[in-house]
């Protein structure tokens, strides 16, 4: 969906998360983030970056913490 190209698009862009670790899946306006983060910061910074996009109503954060 529109909503899955934003978010990969914006974590793509931050330095410090890897787009090739995080899955992501929108259903219904519901993005679900799967995956490697590599700290509780990251796996937040994430979540907080799929919140700003416009048309997700909730965010479902499944990120695994892997250093």
């Given amino acids: ?3 899955t190209t ?3 698009a914006k974590i793509l862009v931050e330095k410090d998360l890897s787009a090739l670790d ?3 899946d929108t259903v219904d306006g519901v ?3 799967t995956g490697n983060a590599k700290s509780q910061a990251l796996a937040e910074r994430a979540e907080q970056i799929a ?3 416009k048309g ?3 965010v479902d954060n499944k990120l ?3 250093p």
Avoid: P
């Fill in 31 to 33: 993005v679900t983030l």
């Fill in 6 to 8: 934003e978010v990969k």
């Fill in 22 to 24: 995080i899955s992501v």
């Fill in 51 to 53: 919140r700003q996009v």
């Fill in 56 to 58: 997700v109503k909730q």
């Fill in 1 to 3: 969906t529109a909503i």
């Fill in 64 to 66: 695994i913490i892997k």
